[in-house]
């Protein structure tokens, strides 16, 4: 079945320095939709990114990802994190009849 | 337009007891997600509807959750009987045309 893979559980930064979080995905679909969603404390999730198109970067708030069908990933990236950053973020696939997440990746940014 | 609203914000309830959240999905969104998230497990799928089918019943949550959509603007989850596991938030989301998720602010349950 459809399925999400974010490697890392938490990753932690100092504030400047660039965000990259790792999302791969496997799917029968041909036409996924990927996704990232942003959850802050005590929020509930929203959307950051989306994407269908190959190869084709998608830009929101500072952050950006790259849909790329030959190697299944969506990685999200940012050039300068900033203490605003911190959240849980998650990679999404659509394209069947439903949405999978992943389990998430913790975004720590310090000072 | 109103997003996802979700009754109550919070719950408290004794073991044993029987809760039911309430969620009103965006206007015109075939698609409603019932999920539970706690910080172990993080997002899971615990029902899916389209057009008021259920298309999902989220498998390992079968025997105590019960998720119904008597029409198109309103869902159910039935947590019968509580257990102090279930404590967890409780989110519902609907889905337009393009996919994109619309999450409800949550319901924040508690079983002691």
């Known amino acids: 079945g459809d399925s999400v893979t974010q490697t890392e559980g938490l990753v932690t930064l100092t504030e400047g320095l660039p965000v990259m979080l790792n999302c791969t995905y496997q799917?029968?679909?041909?036409?996924?939709?990927l996704f990232w969603y942003v959850q802050h404390l005590n929020e509930s999730p929203r959307l950051l990114l989306k994407?269908?198109?190959?190869?084709k970067r998608t830009e929101h708030q500072g952050f950006h990802a790259t849909l790329h069908k030959s190697s299944s990933s969506f990685h999200l990236q940012k050039s300068s994190a900033q203490l605003s950053d911190s959240a849980l973020y998650y990679c999404?696939?659509?394209?069947?009849?439903?949405?999978?997440f992943g389990s998430g990746t913790r975004l720590l940014v310090s000072p | 337009d109103a997003g996802v609203t979700q009754t109550p914000r919070h719950e408290v309830a004794e073991k044993g007891q029987t809760i039911i959240l309430k969620c009103e999905p965006v206007?015109?969104?075939?698609?409603l997600f019932w999920y539970r998230q706690t910080k172990i497990q993080g997002l899971e799928l615990l029902s899916y509807?389209?057009?008021?089918?259920?298309?999902?019943d989220g498998g390992a949550f079968k025997d105590r959750f019960k998720a119904e959509m008597l029409n198109s603007s309103f869902s159910t989850l039935k947590i019968q009987p509580t257990e102090p596991k279930d404590s967890a938030v409780y989110l519902c989301?609907?889905?337009?045309?393009?996919?994109?998720?619309?999450f409800g602010p949550g319901t924040r349950l508690t079983v002691l």
């Open positions: 509807f389209r057009s008021k089918s259920l298309m999902e």
């Open positions: 989301a609907s889905t337009g045309g393009d996919g994109e998720q619309y």
């Open positions: 799917t029968i679909y041909s036409n996924p939709f």
């Open positions: 994407s269908f198109t190959d190869n």
């Open positions: 999404a696939l659509g394209g069947g009849y439903k949405v999978v």
């Open positions: 206007s015109g969104h075939n698609d």
